[in-house]
């Protein structure tokens, strides 16, 4: 059974960086997209970045693109999200995620890390 453990979240001022991580397991991943959605209080769940498994082929949201770098790391069957320059905006639980069908539709979700920048 997939079980995927998110961690990495915290609170950083406008412009700052953090590194999110999502530990994986029992799922064949060569064969999966892994990627990470956020929800901030009172939105809909949006789209962050993507990952094939196989290839390491990319997705990003328009609203991170050259800001947050999404890869991955076979060894540790880790995903990582580094995010850098920060924003207000970019304040949200972050959830990893996995599945079969593609980067935009999960069917695997972590416990959600928060993610939250200040002014």
């Known amino acids: 059974q997939v079980q995927l453990v998110d961690s990495g979240g915290g609170l950083v001022q406008a412009g700052g960086s953090l590194r999110l991580s999502c530990a994986a397991s029992?799922?064949?991943?060569?064969?999966?997209?892994m990627g990470w959605f956020r929800q901030a209080p009172g939105k809909d769940r949006e789209f962050v970045a993507g990952i094939s498994w196989s290839f390491g082929n990319t997705y990003y949201a328009d609203s991170v693109k050259g800001r947050f770098t999404i890869s991955r790391d076979p060894a540790k069957i880790t995903v990582y999200l580094q995010m850098n320059s920060l924003k207000p905006e970019d304040t949200a639980i972050y959830y990893c995620t996995a599945g079969k069908r593609g980067v935009y539709e999960p069917e695997y979700w972590g416990q959600g890390t928060q993610v939250t920048v200040s002014s």
């Open positions: 029992g799922g064949t991943f060569s064969t999966y997209a």
